[in-house]
């Protein structure tokens, strides 16, 4: 299977809410890297899984929408816990969505709040 991949960093705040986190109850930052895989079994007429600058296009708009937010005052964050789980699902969503190539087969999100943690979603097309 071919994979694609296109990565992009930015920070946004968040808080945890819904139990006793420490400092994670207060609002904070974290400096995301968001890395977006797609995949497939066949390329297109000009042998690319997926054009990387349509790719480009979407991991901009999405990292535009969060990035300098605080995720729990967004819509896509009430009255849930902005997860890092929780965010990576959003945004694989977001791109299954926004996927126009009939040969992807797979949209992946890992999404990394720090050095050390990630989670990530992964969907069939």
Request: with cysteine; proline share 3%; glycine share 4%.
């Amino acid at each position: 299977m071919y994979q694609v991949s296109v990565q992009r960093k930015f920070i946004s705040n968040h808080f945890l809410i819904g139990g006793d986190w420490g400092n994670e109850n207060f609002p904070h930052a974290h400096p995301f890297l968001l890395e977006l895989i797609l995949s497939g079994d066949s390329l297109n007429q000009h042998n690319y899984l997926v054009d990387i600058v349509e790719i480009n296009a979407m991991l901009d708009s999405a990292v535009d929408r969060y990035r300098d937010k605080l995720l729990n005052e967004l819509p896509e964050f009430a009255d849930h816990n902005p997860s890092l789980e929780r965010f990576s699902k959003i945004l694989c969503d977001r791109f299954k969505g926004q996927i126009k190539a009939e040969n992807i087969q797979k949209v992946r999100v890992v999404l990394w709040e720090n050095d050390d943690a990630w989670a990530a979603f992964e969907q069939d097309c």
